[in-house]
């Protein structure tokens, strides 16, 4: 199998039981292969320090049967998708939120040598920002990571063993808080999946705006550069700063300005006022943007602007 891994962190160490304290900071992808080559010896891992991308994507999965996806974002998520609709690989996906958990098989070859249901026809577009906080704003629990995973092996098993009933055109939603389970049917969607099959594989760039609030038919209005911020902190005292990355990011590193983490703003937004130039920043201005829609669309702001590539860009004019 392949492994495709960041470096170990010490924030998520409670649901890594590969790694321990003394790996921090070391890379996942080859601690892994090491400590699983240890406990099963007679079978072959690669591991890949590569970000999977749409330049290295058909490369890196071509050799697989089977794509298990375990990622934590939704542009690689739609990404493997489409790399397993072009090349009639099934894959598996999996995903946490807090005390829930999701599985599902995707693109499985069927009896009438047709494919299932993809991803996309499960979920055409991506939630907002807003409606899909990280674990580091919300939270994870632990056991939740494992019960999930354990499931997505379990899915795998069958697929390769051919045992059992498989979800496949189903999707399957535990509540581990409440110990409820939901299997939902779906349909696949033939000429999205026709689409995916003949067009020519988009970039990293598509993938990244399709997660962004732009590709829900909304066109984000009252950007500013930083050098126009700037010009603006200059001759206006009357400005009000947000920053809606989370709290420790404001901590380590601000502008200025109220912190108010994006995952908050539904509960807080009254506290941005209306009567005066309000300006929201992030890292690079992903949040800002979702931020900026929230404020215009369902609060009728028209006083806030949004930071174009957030503080980093700031930093650097």
Known sequence: GLIDFDKVEISNLHRQVLFNVQDVGKSKAMLAKLKLEIRNPYIKIDAIES?????????????YDIIVDACDNFSTRYLINDICVKTNKPFISGSIFQYQGQVGVF?????????????????????????????????????????????????????????????????????LDTLQHHVFNYETNEPEVLKIKTSPLEDDIYYQNF?????????????????ELKQIIRENNDLVLVDVRDLYEHELLNIGGLSIPLSDLRSRYYEIPRDKKVVVYCKIGQRSAEALHYLQVHKGYNNVYHLKGGIRAYMNT
């Open 51 to 63: 970000k999977l991308s749409a330049e290295n994507a058909f490369d890196l999965l071509m050799p």
């Open 211 to 227: 997660c962004l609030v732009h590709n829900e038919g909304n066109q984000l209005h009252n950007e500013i550069t930083p050098a």
């Open 107 to 175: 693109n499985a070859l069927l009896d009438n040598n047709k494919t299932s249901g993809t991803y996309r026809c499960l979920f055409p577009s991506p939630p907002s920002a807003i409606d899909s906080p990280s674990c580091d704003q919300i939270g994870a629990l632990g056991a939740v990571v494992g019960f999930i995973g354990t499931m997505m092996a379990v899915e795998a098993i069958k697929l390769i063993t051919g045992i059992g009933e498989s979800l496949i055109n189903k999707y399957a939603l535990y509540h």
